[in-house]
């Protein structure tokens, strides 16, 4: 799933994963058997995505997608499309219906509230009718504001628990800084508080700071819709405060570190105590700011940006108080467009969906509305969910994919001749202790302390995120759960828990077309496989290599496999800054290298764990395609995806995931692909055997 933070309102699929816009065509869902995988039953891969004409060896995604590309529309209320729409659209009726049914439960049930919570977001009418009403307080609240020390206070109570540096990574938040609590670096059995940089509107500071014309653009538009956003909620003068709320944007965004910066979890290691932030940070009054967040108590945090906060803060003391006055109003406003009169949530869409995804048309309304119960009551649904659409035949099957994928890569680990004993001992550990989360967690989330009314949907969102900050407090200091979910059943995507040394796959990925329990072995470890293999490589990768096997933060590397995993890891870094999605703009593959290894890693090791899995049989050959060319097709076709310019611009300069385009191509650094396809040199993606890199 894409980074959606400004796609769609509150779709936080953010995700250190493996997907973004998913796969095939929805096959009709089969009933699940428990018969071997190697039975074909289905459509290896989807033979009418092909474009026959182009030669595999010079675009693989061409050959594998091309008439899927050529043939399809983008829904103009998407960014984006894929072959898996269909799976997106079904798991949102699916959860719409499960809506429907609690509404008819009693009062006092639990499963009530995700009905009320939804309710209140369909509840147009009330939502005009009120109109600026509920967001008056708030706004007096910031006019009263007198002097910085207030200021500090006001600050500290807009923090919320909406950053995630390793599990979703979520590196965005408008507030001035984001909370995430997670397992300590230093003292991994307990949960701490890590901060992280915010402050911009924009999704990066490249937004601000690039002097491209397409950025330039942008900003311009960027100004307009600021200015508008004041003007509805009746400020004055709303030009010149939109060019003070931007130039102080732009200054935080001088101080912010980039994307590629923020993956170096040494440099992210930094415990300070609240009296280090006086010292190392001054400008902003901490106690204050600590106050209003509800922190008082918290004797240690770790700063994962400590020079943005060093640089925010300063900002704090050397800008007019009015000015921030007026960014915390318009970042109020702007984090509440959905819950204002029609003309807000209109003029929010046509700045951050059409300008800055490039989206012509909003998601139906009950889909958002389907959007916002996931997002507060995600496992209440989920659980819901799971009971009713995710079949206990299908758990024990991927469970199974699991332990062939997991014994593909012990192997590969012991194979290696470049890794010292030592090393490799740790990683062999590493995979010991993997917990693989298979459909749904083992507890869920309580949401007892989120009152939700079925008339104020403004009100909803307020206390949604407030309980979910409470929440989040509420376990600093406690002891870890590694079995803990950070994802809900009826997402579709995947996730790796560096943290916890574990992976969760939720039942909501665990369906046509990313797996299909009557599909040959070959399509299945091609597209699931390697979602389950990219997971498990992420465990070894350069955010893996520097956590241990409790998850710990020690490098488990000797200098030599370092210096040889960095160097290995340089070309695959340099093979992707070649790819040009724009005449002004390449991939960056440093930003991209950690999801470029895994996706890497995975392929080779999903292909390793199908051929065990056939057991010295063959693999059947299916409309004239070998099982490999399956395998590859399948892969590639995982990857299919139509994205707008705008979106695809967007994605290039904030996601750590390459294009879907090019995850593709990760074919051209495995063997067996130029055999299944006849690849040979002069071709444009054939790579002489030492340029094909090699890291597992
Ligand atoms: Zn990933």
Sequence with gaps: MRTARTVTFLRHILACTVILFPLFTLRAAAPAKDEPAALPKGPAVNLSY???????????????????????????????????????????????????????????????????????????????????????????????????????????????????????????????????????????????????????????????????????????????????????????????????????????????????????????????????????????????????????????????????????????????????????????????????????????????????????????????????????????????????????????????????????FRKRIDALTWMNPVTKAEAQAKLDTLYVGVGYGESWHDYSNFQVKADDLFGNLWRGRLAEYQRQLARLGSSIDRKEWSMTPQTINAVNLPLQNALNFPAGILQPPFFDPNAPAAANYGSIGAVIGHEISHTFDNEGSAFDSKGRVRNWWTPDDLAHFEAATAKLAAQYDTYKPFSDLALNGKQTLGENIADLGGLAASYDAWKTSLAGLSAPVHEGLTGDQQFFLAFAQAWAEKIRDAALRQQVLTDGHSPGQYRALEVRNLDPWYAAFDVQPGEKLYLAPPDRVRIW
């Design 50 to 408: 092909m474009d026959r004409s182009v030669r595999p060896g010079d675009d693989f995604y061409e050959y594998a997608c091309g008439e899927w590309i050529k043939h399809t529309e983008i829904p103009a209320d998407h960014a984006g499309t894929s072959p898996a729409l269909p799976l997106e659209d079904e798991t949102d009726k699916r959860v719409a219906g499960l809506i429907t049914e609690a509404a008819k439960a009693p009062a006092d049930d639990k499963s009530r509230k995700i009905a009320d919570l939804y309710n209140s977001f369909m509840d147009e009418a009330g939502i005009e009718r009120k109109g600026l009403k509920p967001l008056q307080p708030h706004l007096d609240a910031i006019a009263a504001i007198r002097n910085k020390r207030q200021l500090a206070r006001a600050l500290g109570e807009t923090l919320r628990a909406d950053v995630d540096a390793l599990n979703n990574t979520n590196f965005y938040t408008p507030n001035l800084f984001g909370l995430w609590v997670a397992p300590d670096f230093n003292d991994v059995d307990h949960y701490t508080a890590y901060l992280l940089q915010g402050g911009l509107r924009l999704p990066d500071r490249e937004y601000y700071l690039s002097t491209s014309d397409a950025m330039r653009d942008i900003r311009a538009k960027y100004q307009t819709h600021v200015a508008a956003m004041l003007k509805l909620a009746g400020f004055n003068d709303t030009d010149a405060r939109a060019a003070r709320i931007i130039e102080l944007e732009h200054a935080i965004a001088e101080k912010h570190i980039s994307l590629a910066e923020n993956d170096d979890i040494h440099k992210a290691n930094n415990p300070w105590t609240p009296r280090d932030f006086a010292a190392k940070a001054p400008g902003l009054d901490w106690a204050e700011y600590f106050g209003g967040a509800g922190l008082t108590k918290q004797k240690s945090f770790i700063v994962w940006q400590p020079t943005a906060f060093t640089g925010e803060s300063a900002l704090v003391a050397s800008t007019p108080l009015e000015t921030w006055k007026d960014w915390l109003a318009y970042h109020l406003i702007e984090a509440h467009a959905i819950a204002l009169p029609k003309a807000f949530a209109d003029e929010h869409f046509a700045f951050f969906g059409k300008i800055l995804s490039g989206t012509p048309e909003q998601r139906e309304r009950w889909k958002r509305g389907v959007d916002l119960v996931n997002a507060f009551l995600g496992d209440d649904v989920g659980q819901l969910y799971a009971q009713r659409y995710f079949p206990p035949s299908a758990k024990a099957q991927v469970e199974a994919m699991v332990i062939n994928i997991k014994a593909a």
